[in-house]
T-cell receptor, first 111, second 114 residues
């Protein structure tokens, strides 16, 4: 059965810290992986990683994909209180037309 | 301006009732989805339509029936509501299925069944 596991489940840090969120997966024929940030409402898209795009960066956020070891990490440097959210990882097995979501990592950044 | 919109945002109803949630996207996307998010924030896909055609139908009770009148709209009707149906329901859309493409989510509908 396809599955996506995120760790840690929750994390509390102080402003300025760097955090690393993990997403490991077991799927049949990996196609793509998405990272989302969810605050109070809808998940908002952060990155897409595929075989042809294994590293992405936007400001203080960056992500890499390790297709051999079947995981991805999301790094956030110089964290701010506005980074407090649930971070979701989702993986698409090829040919299924759907994403399987992990349970998320709840990040709280203290001032 | 809203890319993916849902109505209503909140829905409180009693067990046994029938209710509908509506979703519209103005992104020109071909594919739309319904997800259910439980209290632990776990998002699970329920249905997906591509150009008005049902392409994903997960193991969902047949009390749930999606309808896509056109590719910009996807509605969800729920019959005989049960306590376990309480959750946040998200609509999403993507450019298509041949991508891969990221999905854009609506604001969610919080359904509470009492």
């Amino acid at each position: 059965e396809d599955k996506v596991v995120q760790s840690p489940l929750s994390l509390v840090v102080h402003e300025g810290d760097t955090v690393t969120l993990n997403c490991s997966y077991e799927v049949t024929n990996f196609r793509s992986l998405l990272w989302y940030k969810q605050e109070k409402k809808a998940p908002t898209f952060l990155f897409m990683l595929t075989s042809s795009g294994i590293e992405k960066k936007s400001g203080r956020l960056s992500s890499i994909l390790d297709k051999k070891e079947l995981f991805s990490i999301l790094n956030i440097t110089a964290t701010q209180t506005g980074d407090s959210a649930v971070y979701l990882c989702a993986v698409e097995p090829s040919g299924t037309y759907k994403y399987i979501f992990g349970t998320g990592t709840r990040l709280k950044v203290l001032a | 301006d809203t890319a993916v919109s849902q109505t209503p945002k909140y829905l409180v109803t009693q067990m046994g009732n029938d209710k509908s949630i509506k979703c519209e996207q103005n992104l020109g996307h071909d594919t739309m989805y319904w997800y259910k998010q439980d209290s632990k924030k776990f998002l699970k896909i329920m249905f997906s339509y591509n150009n008005k055609e049902l392409i994903i139908n997960e193991t969902v009770p047949n009390r749930f029936s999606p309808k896509s009148p056109d590719k910009a709209h996807l509605n969800l009707h729920i019959n005989s509501l049960e306590l376990g149906d309480s959750a946040v329901y998200f609509c999403a859309s993507s450019q298509g299925v041949s991508g891969p493409y990221e999905q854009y989510f609506g604001p969610g509908t919080r359904l509470t069944v009492t």
